[in-house]
């Protein structure tokens, strides 16, 4: 398997506009979290999925903030209007419940908003 | 609550020689698991060692092993003959109630 695949590695968009981060999870794996990476607030869970459907969303920063999960193989984070401070790295891991439920990350995006 | 609490932010180690990192946490609850991740400048998070709370058996792995007092909520990381590939930042992972929660690291630095 080839682990769990996000893109961009990198993106760099300006104040205001649309940004969308991708992952694919997995294959077989019922659980997808999205977490943000800051040097202030070190690694935030954002929200996590169970098969498909999500399930605590609580970490989500502010309504600006969307993830979906239309398939088991496919995710993904908006952030509409980005702003400055939302730059980070966001990572999507994986895991699954009836194996060893370690979480498997992707290599992360850096996002950064001038 | 579910926490995890990392109080060493950097630490020191010459090539070779071993070095622990501390971790507590706190969960009222008596089944979850623990981990240990590292992140080397990479930035990859990498699954260094796995330990389920049900286990009473400290877990190893080559070179690395873990110090689990469940009692005391205390899950301390030993790295023996550290190498300069060990320099990273390690995270203590508390898994329960479906969720991963995180400690705020420690920065290890492998002097040669």
């Known amino acids: 398997d080839a682990g769990v695949i996000q893109s961009p590695r990198h993106e760099v968009t300006e104040m205001g506009q649309e940004v969308t981060l991708r992952c694919k999870p997995i294959?077989?794996?019922?659980?997808l979290f999205w977490y943000r990476q800051t040097m202030m607030r070190g690694l935030e869970l954002l929200i996590y999925?169970?098969?498909?459907?999500?399930?605590?969303d609580s970490g989500m920063p502010e309504d600006r903030f969307s993830a979906k999960m239309p398939n088991a193989s496919f995710s993904t984070l908006k952030i509409q209007p980005s702003e400055p401070r939302d730059s980070a790295v966001y990572f999507c891991?994986?895991?699954?419940?009836?194996?060893?439920?370690?979480?498997?990350f992707g290599q992360g995006t850096r996002l950064t908003v001038v | 609550a579910q926490t995890v609490t990392q109080s060493q932010p950097e630490m020191s180690v010459q090539e070779a020689e071993t070095v622990t990192l501390s971790c507590t946490y706190d969960?009222?609850?008596?089944?979850?698991?623990l981990f240990w991740y590292k992140q080397p400048p990479s930035r990859q998070m990498i699954l260094v060692i796995r330990?389920?709370?049900?286990?009473?058996q400290n877990a190893t792995e080559n070179r690395f092993s873990v110090n689990f007092q469940k009692a005391a909520k205390s899950f301390s990381l030993k790295i023996s003959d550290s190498q300069l590939g060990d320099t990273a930042m390690y995270f203590c992972?508390?898994?329960?109630?479906?969720?991963?929660?995180f400690g705020s690291g420690t920065k290890l630095n492998v002097k040669p």
């Open positions: 969960t009222s609850e008596s089944n979850y698991y």
């Open positions: 891991a994986s895991s699954s419940r009836d194996k060893n439920t370690e979480a498997f």
């Open positions: 992972a508390l898994y329960n109630f479906n969720k991963f929660y």
């Open positions: 330990q389920e709370a049900y286990k009473q």
């Open positions: 999925f169970n098969n498909n459907v999500p399930i605590d």
């Open positions: 294959s077989g794996h019922d659980y």
